[in-house]
């Protein structure tokens, strides 16, 4: 348990300052058509960081449905939670 504990630790320290970029499709208006699910932030974690986390462990605060730039809250562990940055833009 302590090992996994400080597997999550390390995770943790390597999101600390990192942005994802997320592409969607935008209206004139910068709207987003649809918006960004905690599906797709787990994938640009595993395809941008490496970092494979389940989609469940990821909250958004608020809904995504604007270019612009969010965060989003991982909750690694009991113990460990931490948040990452995420830009939306436009395809």
Do not use: H
């Given at each position: 348990e302590s090992?996994?504990?400080d597997e999550y630790k390390d995770m943790?320290?390597?999101l600390d300052g990192v942005t994802l970029k997320i592409g969607a499709q935008a209206g004139?208006?910068?709207k987003?058509?649809?918006s960004v699910t905690n599906v797709q932030i787990a994938?640009?974690?595993k395809e941008q960081a490496g970092i494979e986390i389940e989609r469940k462990?990821?909250?958004l605060e608020?809904?995504?449905k604007s270019i612009g730039t969010?965060?989003?809250k991982l909750n690694l562990h009991k113990d460990v939670q931490t948040s990452v940055a995420f830009e939306i833009i436009e395809e």
């Open positions: 090992k996994r504990l943790a320290a390597k004139t208006s910068g987003i058509f649809g994938n640009a974690l462990k990821i909250v608020e809904e995504v969010y965060s989003a």
